[in-house]
C-alpha cells in the first residue's frame, strides 16, 4: 500500500511538473502551447542521445543538457512563430501554430529516430533500494521525487521572489504598460517559453529513467499536462502540484487493477471532475 | 430557397459520379473517395472552427464513432449496408447533444483540448469493448457477408454527390435567418449575442451536425477499406488534416476547404512520388500551416480572392 | 524640456489629432484641457509609445524623441484608470518603474512623497483605496526617474481630500524639476497648478495661453467649438 502511494507520488510529482511548464505559458503568453508534449519527448531523447555519446556522464549533466536543448528550441519557436501569432485578434490562431509545430516536431523525431520506444539506461540506479524506517523504497524514485521538488521549489522562488518573475507577473497582467515602462515584453515571452519547454524536458527525462517514450509518447504527456491545468489552475503553483500528484496516484492505483489501460482512468478521472463542475456550474 | 444552379450542380455531381465510377480505375476511385470523405470532415471541421469559432482538436473521435457505429451495425443486422449508412450521421449527431452540453462550459483553447481527451477516453474504451476486437481489427461483412465487387464505385457517387451537396446545403443555410445569424457568430461573436443570437444553441447546433458529418464521411470512407481498427480510425491524423485543410484553404469561407484539400493531397501524390517519406510529408504540411497563419490567418483563399478581385 | 511641432495621430483612417504643437518646461506643469474624445488620453499615449502610428517633430532635451523609447528617455505617464499591475504589490509595482535611470526617486524618496503606501508595501492594488491605488500609479511611473510626466485624469473619482493630497504630491515633484504635462477635467483645477494650457477641439488646438486665471467658463468657445 504506502509503495503504491510512493509510486504514485512519484509519478506525480512528474505530471505536476509537465502541467508547470503548460500553465506557465498559458498563464503568462494566453497561448496553450500544443508542441509542450513533443518537449517532453525531445528532453527524454536528448537524454538518451547524450547517455548514448557518453555513458559515463553524471545524471545532473544529463538534466542540464536536455534542460539547455529543450529550452533554447523553445525560445527559438516562441520569437520565430509564436510571438508574431500573438499580434492576431484571435487568440486561436496562436493555438493552431503551435500545433502546427508540434506536427512537425513529432514528425521530425519519427523521421530521425524512428516510432521505437526507447528508456533511459540508468545502469545500478534503477535497482538501487535504500531502507527508511523500516520500508524499502527504491533510490530511482526518491531522486526523482527529489528534483521534482526542487524544481518546483526554483520556480517558486524564480516566479516570486526574483526581478525577472517581477517582470514576468507584470508582463503576465498588463502587457502594453510592462512594454512602456521599458521592459521588453518579447524577450520576456521568449525566456517563459525557454522556460516552459525546459521543464517539460526535465520532466521527459525522469518519465524516461521510469519507462520507455517513444515520439507518440508527446500527445499522451500533452494531456496530462492539459488536465493537471485545468484541474488545478493557472497560476497557482501549489494547485497546479497538487493536481499532479492526484492525477499520478489515480494513474498507478488504476495500473494495479487493469495494467493495460494506459491513461485510460487518468482521463476518465479528468472528464468526471469536468461534468461535476458543470453539473455544478463552477468552472474557469 | 435552392436555386436553380445549385440543384443543376448537385444533378451533374450524381451524373459525374455514374460516369466517373464506370471510367475511373480502381486506384483513381479510391483517392477520389478518400479526397472527397476528408473534404466532407474538413468542411464539419470549419463550419465550426472557422463559422462558430470553436477549435475542436478531438473531432476525430466522431470519425471513429460513426465507422465502428456503421461496421457493428451493418455486420450484426440484415439492414441493406447502405440504409445503416444513412443513419450514421444522424444517430452520431443525437448522441453528441449531451457531449457538446457537457463540453460548452469549457471555453476557447480549454473547449480545443478538452475535445481531444474526449477523444483519447473513446478510443481507448473501444480497445477495451471486445465485439471491437481491439488491434485484430474488425472486416466489414454486413448481415455477416463478405461483400461482393467494388463498394468504392458506388461509395464514389456518394460521396460526390454528399461533397457537392453539402456546399449547396451550406450555400442554402448561410441564407437562412440561421445562417446569417451563424455568418454574425464569425463576424464577432460578442455582437451577435448583443443582436440577440443564441449563441449557445447555434454552438450546439454546428456541435452535432459536424458530429454527424464527420460520422457519416468516416463510415464512408471506411466502406472502401472494408477493415478497421481503433488505432486507424481515431488517429490523430484525422483532425490534423481537418486542420491543416481548413487553416491552409481557409477558415470560415466555404471554398477555403476545397483549395485545401486540392494543396494536402496534391502535396502527399507529389512528395510520395518523388520518393519522400510519410514523416517528410507531414514535417512539410506542418510548415506549411504554420507559415500560412503567419502570414495570413483567415487562409490562402480570402488572400487569393482578394488579389483576383483587385486584378 | 519637450516640444511637440505639428503632431498627427491616426486609428486607422480616423485622424485623432492634427497639428498639435506645444511645449513642456522642465519644473512646470502644461495643462491639456478639452471635451471627451478631443484628443487628450491619444497625445499622452502618442508620447508614451501606445500609439503607432502619428506625425510630426518632438524633441526632448534638444534631441529628436521616439516615443517607443519612452521610459530610457524619460518619459513616464500616468495612465488614466490607474492600470497597475494586479498580480504584483505595491512595492513591486513601483519596483517594476526602477529600470537604472539614474534620478532621485528611490524606493525611500517615493515613500518619503507618499508615506501610507510604506504601510501598504506588501498589500495587492485591489485592496486599496482609490487614491492610494492613483499613489502607486505615481510613484510607478516616477520611480523611471523621468523628465517628463505625463498625468491622465489623475483626479478621476477621488474625494476632494485625496484630490488636494494628489496634487500636493505633484508639487513636491515639479519642484524636483520634472515637466508635467496635466490631462483633468477639471480646468480650473488644472489650470491652477500649470504655468500654460493648451485645449483640443477635435483633435486640434482651440487655445493656448498663460493658464493663469483661466477657468471653465473663459474657456468655454474653445471648449465646445461655439462662439461664446
Redesign the interface.
Known amino acids: 500500500m504506502i509503495d503504491v502511494l510512493f509510486q504514485g507520488l512519484t509519478l506525480g510529482a512528474l505530471y505536476g511538473l509537465i502541467g508547470a511548464g503548460l500553465a506557465l505559458n498559458f498563464g503568462i503568453l494566453r497561448v496553450v502551447n500544443l508542441a509542450h508534449g513533443e518537449f517532453i519527448t525531445l528532453g527524454a531523447f536528448m537524454a538518451v542521445g547524450l547517455v548514448a555519446g557518453q555513458a559515463a556522464l553524471p545524471l545532473p549533466l544529463v538534466l542540464a543538457g536536455a534542460f539547455a536543448g529543450a529550452a533554447l528550441l523553445g525560445a527559438l519557436m516562441q520569437a520565430a512563430f509564436v510571438e508574431r501569432a500573438m499580434a492576431f485578434r484571435d487568440p486561436m490562431v496562436a493555438m493552431l501554430v503551435t500545433f502546427g509545430l508540434a506536427v512537425m516536431i513529432r514528425n521530425g523525431l519519427l523521421e530521425t529516430l524512428g516510432a521505437n520506444l526507447r528508456g533511459l539506461d540508468v545502469g545500478g540506479l534503477a535497482q538501487a533500494r535504500v531502507d527508511f524506517g523500516g520500508q524499502s523504497f527504491g533510490l530511482l524514485p526518491l531522486v526523482t521525487l527529489g528534483i521534482a521538488a526542487a524544481a518546483f521549489t526554483l520556480l517558486a522562488a524564480l516566479i516570486f521572489r526574483t526581478r525577472f518573475g517581477r517582470e514576468v507577473r507584470a508582463v503576465s497582467d498588463r502587457p502594453d504598460i510592462a512594454a512602456m515602462m521599458g521592459i521588453r515584453v518579447a524577450r520576456v515571452h521568449a525566456l517563459v517559453a525557454a522556460l516552459s519547454a525546459g521543464l517539460a524536458a526535465l520532466a521527459g527525462v525522469l518519465l524516461a529513467m521510469r519507462a520507455s517514450v517513444s515520439p507518440f509518447s508527446g500527445v499522451a504527456h500533452l494531456l496530462i499536462a492539459f488536465e493537471v491545468v485545468v484541474l488545478g489552475g493557472i497560476g497557482r503553483i501549489r494547485g497546479v502540484l497538487v493536481a499532479g500528484l492526484f492525477l499520478g496516484l489515480v494513474q498507478v492505483i488504476a495500473q494495479r487493477f487493469d495494467a493495460n489501460a494506459g491513461m485510460l482512468y487518468v482521463h476518465l478521472t479528468f472528464f468526471l471532475a469536468l461534468v461535476l463542475r458543470a453539473l455544478t456550474g463552477r468552472l474557469a | 430557397m435552392i436555386r436553380p444552379f445549385e440543384l443543376a450542380a448537385v444533378a451533374l455531381a450524381l451524373g459525374l459520379g455514374i460516369l466517373g465510377a464506370r471510367m475511373l480505375d480502381a486506384g483513381l476511385l479510391f483517392l477520389a473517395c478518400e479526397v472527397l470523405t476528408l473534404f466532407i470532415m474538413a468542411q464539419m471541421w470549419n463550419l465550426l ?1 472557422g463559422y462558430g ?1 470553436q ?1 475542436s ?1 478531438g473531432h476525430q473521435v466522431f470519425v471513429g464513432i460513426g465507422v465502428y457505429a456503421l461496421f457493428l451495425t451493418a455486420n450484426a443486422t440484415t439492414l441493406p449496408l447502405w440504409l445503416v449508412l444513412a443513419g450514421v450521421p444522424f444517430a452520431v449527431a443525437l448522441a453528441a447533444i449531451p457531449l457538446g ?2 463540453m460548452f ?6 473547449f ?3 475535445m ?3 477523444a ?2 473513446v478510443q ?2 473501444a480497445y ?1 469493448m471486445p465485439f471491437v476486437r481491439g488491434t485484430a481489427g474488425l472486416v466489414l461483412r454486413p448481415g455477416g457477408q463478405s461483400i461482393q465487387g467494388y463498394p468504392e464505385q458506388i461509395v464514389f457517387v456518394i460521396a460526390l454527390v454528399a461533397a457537392v451537396g453539402l456546399m449547396v446545403a451550406l450555400r442554402v443555410f448561410l441564407r437562412t435567418r440561421a445562417g446569417l445569424a451563424t455568418l454574425a457568430l464569425r463576424d464577432n461573436e460578442g455582437a451577435a449575442r448583443a443582436a440577440g443570437v443564441n449563441v449557445q444553441r447555434l454552438h450546439l447546433i454546428l456541435f452535432c451536425v459536424t458530429a454527424g458529418g464527420c460520422a457519416g464521411a468516416g463510415a464512408l470512407y471506411y466502406i472502401t477499406t472494408l477493415y478497421v481498427t481503433p488505432n486507424d480510425a481515431f488517429q ?1 491524423n484525422w483532425i ?1 488534416a481537418m ?2 485543410v481548413t ?1 491552409i484553404g481557409g477558415t470560415g469561407t466555404l471554398a477555403g476547404p476545397v483549395l485545401g484539400v486540392a494543396i494536402l493531397i496534391g502535396l502527399r501524390e507529389g512528395m510520395t512520388a518523388a520518393g519522400f ?1 510519410g ?2 510529408y ?2 512539410v ?3 506549411l ?2 507559415a500560412v ?2 502570414v495570413s ?1 483567415r487562409g490562402l483563399w480570402p488572400t487569393l480572392a482578394g488579389i483576383f478581385r483587385k486584378g | 524640456m519637450l516640444r511637440l511641432e505639428g503632431i498627427g495621430a491616426f486609428y486607422g483612417q480616423a485622424r485623432a489629432l492634427d497639428g498639435v504643437s506645444l511645449a513642456v518646461e522642465a519644473g512646470q506643469s502644461h495643462a491639456l484641457v478639452g471635451a471627451n474624445g478631443a484628443g487628450k488620453s491619444t497625445l499622452l499615449r502618442l508620447l508614451s509609445g501606445l500609439m503607432p502610428d502619428w506625425r510630426g517633430a518632438i524633441v526632448l532635451d534638444g534631441r529628436p524623441y521616439d516615443p517607443r523609447h519612452a521610459a530610457a528617455r524619460g518619459v513616464a505617464l500616468v495612465p488614466e484608470g490607474r492600470l497597475l499591475f494586479d498580480s504584483l504589490s505595491v512595492e513591486e509595482n513601483i519596483l517594476i518603474g526602477q529600470r537604472g535611470r539614474p534620478g532621485p526617486w528611490s524606493l525611500q524618496a517615493l515613500f518619503a512623497l507618499f508615506p501610507i503606501l510604506s504601510e501598504k508595501r506588501r498589500a495587492r492594488p485591489a485592496d486599496l483605496s482609490g487614491g492610494q491605488q492613483q499613489m502607486v500609479a505615481i510613484a510607478r511611473a516616477l520611480a523611471t526617474n523621468p523628465a517628463v510626466l505625463l498625468c491622465d485624469e489623475i483626479a478621476l473619482g477621488l474625494a476632494p481630500k485625496v484630490v488636494d493630497e494628489v496634487y500636493a504630491a505633484l508639487a513636491q515633484v515639479r519642484a524636483q524639476g520634472l515637466a508635467v504635462l496635466l490631462v483633468d477635467q477639471d480646468i480650473a483645477r488644472a489650470c491652477k497648478e500649470s504655468v500654460q494650457v493648451t485645449c483640443l477641439l477635435k483633435g486640434r488646438i482651440s487655445h493656448q495661453g498663460p493658464a493663469h486665471g483661466v477657468t471653465a467658463h473663459s474657456l468655454r468657445a474653445a471648449y465646445f467649438g461655439v462662439a461664446a
Not at chain 2, 462550459?105 to 480549454?110: E, M, N, V
Open positions: 472552427a469559432g477549435v482538436l452540453m457537457v462550459h469549457l471555453k476557447a483553447a480549454y480545443a483540448v478538452g481531444w481527451v474526449v483519447e477516453i481507448q474504451i477495451k490523430l490534423v486542420m491543416v487553416v517519406s514523416d517528410q507531414w514535417i504540411m506542418g510548415l500551416s504554420v497563419l503567419l490567418p
